[in-house]
C-alpha cells in the first residue's frame, strides 16, 4: 500500500459475503485503482465459492480517453492479498498499457519501479563471501597461536560481506539509513573478530564490546515496528533463563558485563523475530532473513558463553564459526528489502517530476 501511495494512486476495496445461487455461499471482492493526477482507473473483481485453488479474475483498465482493454487471467487464490494486488498490477496494467497506444510511455515505468528484487538475483554477490568461509574452515589455523593472519583468516567472510552491500552502490548506501547501520555492524562484528583471536591475552573483553555495539545497530536497522509482544516475551524469557544458567559460573565484572550483553543481543533478536507475522502475511523474505540471522547469532554466542563459563562443548569452534557466518550473512541480506523503499522512492520522484511537466 505504501507503493500505491508513493505513485499517488488510491485503493478502493469491497468485499460481499452475502451473495448465494443456488444455494452456494459465494464470496465476491472487487478491487478499483485511481491514479490521482490522471484519472487513470485500473480494477479486478473475483468470485469463490469454496477455497479452491484456482479462480478466475477478470480486469478491466480504462484510460481517460475512453479506451479500454480488458481480459482474463487465471489465479491461485493461494496468494495473498497484497501479492494479488501487486502482481495484478505489475501483470495486467502492464499488458494493458502494451495494448493501449495512446498511453504515454513513462507510466509503463512507472510500474516497473514496483518490481521486488529477487532472492536468486542476490547469489552471485555472495560467491565471495561463501569462498572466504571455506578457506576458513579448510585452513583450521590453530588458536593456540594468534596473530594477524588468522586474524585475516577469520574476519576476510565478513569484509565480503562489505562487499556484498557496497555492490549495490553507494547511492543505495547513501539513500537507506538501514543498510548504513547494517553495514556499521559488520565493520564492529569484524572488530571483534579480531579481538576475540587474542582472548587468552586478555582481549575478550574488547571483543564483547565490540559485538555490542554490533547488536545495537543491527537492533535500530531493525526498527520498533511492528512491537510484536509475543516476540519480545520469548527472547525475553530464553534471555532470562541463558543468564541464569551462565550465573553461578561468573566472577568479577563478567557478572554484570554477561547480563548487559545477553540483553542487548536478546533485543535484538526481538526486533528480529517481530517483524516475521506469518498469520497476516505482513513480512517478506529478507524479514525472514534476519529472524534467522538473529537466531543463529544468539545461538552461536550462548555457545560462546557455555564453553568459556561452563564446561567444554564438544566441537565447539565448528559450532561457534558456522551459525556465526550464516548469521551475519543473513542479516546482510535483510538489508536487501531497503532497495523496495527506493524503488518506491524513485517511483515517486518520477511521479513529482511527471506533474511539474
Known sequence: MC???????????????????????????????????????????????????????????????????????THSLTQSVSHSVTHSLTHSLTHSLTDSHSLKPPLYNYVDLLAPPQVKSEGPKLVPFFKATCVYFVLWLPTSSPSWFSALIKCLPIFCLWVFLLAHGFSFLRANSNA????????????????????????????????????ILYSAAFGMRPLNPAAGLLTGSVSAVSYALLYPYLSGPFTYLVAVYIALIGFMGWRAIAGVRLTDDLW?????????????????????????FCFPVPHSRAIIMATYYAAQMLIALSAVECQDAANAAAAAQVVREKKRM
Open 284 to 308: 517478506t523474505w529478507t524479514r525472514l532473513s534476519a529472524c534467522l540471522g538473529a537466531v543463529l547469532f544468539m545461538a552461536s554466542d550462548l555457545t560462546i558463553a557455555v564453553n568459556k
Open 180 to 215: 548504513r547501520k547494517i553495514l556499521a555492524g559488520l565493520i564492529f562484528s569484524s572488530l571483534g573478530d579480531a579481538f576475540l583471536i587474542w582472548q587468552e591475552q586478555g582481549y575478550f573483553s574488547h571483543g564483547l564490546l565490540m559485538f555490542a555495539i554490533t547488536h
Open 3 to 73: 507503493l500505491l501511495k508513493a505513485l499517488n494512486i488510491n485503493a478502493d476495496v469491497s468485499v460481499d459475503h452475502s451473495v448465494r445461487r443456488d444455494g452456494f455461499k459465494f464470496k465476491t471482492g472487487e478491487l478499483v485503482l485511481r491514479h490521482t493526477h490522471t484519472d487513470l482507473t485500473y480494477s479486478f473483481t473475483h468470485q469463490s465459492l469454496t477455497h479452491s485453488v484456482i479462480q478466475p479474475f477478470s480486469h478491466s483498465f480504462t484510460h481517460p480517453s475512453g479506451q479500454s482493454v480488458s481480459h482474463s487471467v
